[in-house]
Antibody
């Protein structure tokens, strides 16, 4: 059963770069049926999508974070990573990594990767808390 | 601010049926993109509850159901139980944002 585990510093100074890694175990990161993404949740607030990557080929970023975000994949290590630059206290949150999948119940098959807009997050990591503070 | 609008809270007595709405626009739900629902206990990771508007992953009780019409979607929970007290989030895709988005979340209280 596929599992995801986030790792990285729990404390980052303002103006520095937040770097997190998500390690995939119990399954393949190379499966072209899946996208891989990052979502965060500030304390006491809702979920916010950060960005998503497909097989090192395509990346999608939240417009509000796009200028500061980079997501990459290292298939040899079965990991994908998040870098968020110039952080402020507003970036304090629990950061989750998640697998995106698009299963068409009616057709009984996975949607094409080009139909990513139908995808949802079916497997989540447990999350890692990151505080931005000096 | 989320472009998928959910009520901050809903409540119901055990055994009752409650619904949680998720109101979008022509660039997301109204554009035909699927709506998915997640269940989250504060401090833990979200869990997929409904995918593709009205489909339940294996292990999710039949008491949970989803629907979509126009620019809105709903999650219905029948036979409400105390253990249903979670935060619930809807999620879809938005063509204007060119990305995935979540509703603001709804806290369910079982009276």
């Amino acid at each position: 059963q596929l599992q995801l585990q986030e790792s990285g510093p729990g404390l980052v100074k303002p103006s520095e770069t937040l770097s997190l890694t998500c390690t995939v175990s119990g399954g393949s990161i190379n499966n072209r049926n899946y996208y891989w993404g990052w979502i965060r949740q500030p304390p006491g607030k809702g979920l916010e999508w950060i960005g998503t990557i497909y097989y090192s080929e395509s990346t999608y970023y939240s417009p509000s974070l796009k200028s500061r975000v980079t997501i990459s994949v290292d298939t040899s290590k079965k990991q994908f990573s998040l870098k968020l630059s110039s952080v402020t206290a507003a970036d304090t949150a629990v950061y989750y990594c998640a697998r995106h999948v698009g299963y068409d119940y009616v057709r009984g098959s996975y949607r094409l990767p080009s139909e990513y807009y139908y995808y949802y997050m079916d497997v989540w990591g447990k999350g890692t808390a990151v505080t931005v503070s000096s | 601010q989320s472009v998928l609008t959910q009520p901050p809270s809903v409540s119901g007595a055990p055994g009752q049926r409650v619904t949680i709405s998720c109101t979008g626009s022509s660039s997301n739900i109204g554009a035909g993109y699927d709506v998915h629902w997640y269940q989250q206990l504060p401090g833990t990771a979200p869990k997929l509850l409904i995918y593709g508007n009205n489909n339940r992953p294996s292990g999710v009780p039949e008491r949970f159901s989803g629907s979509k019409s126009g620019t809105s979607a709903s999650l219905a929970i029948s036979g409400l139980q105390a253990e249903d007290e979670f935060d619930y989030y809807c999620q879809s895709y938005d063509s204007s944002l060119s990305g995935w988005l979540f509703g603001g979340g709804t806290k369910l209280t079982v009276l």
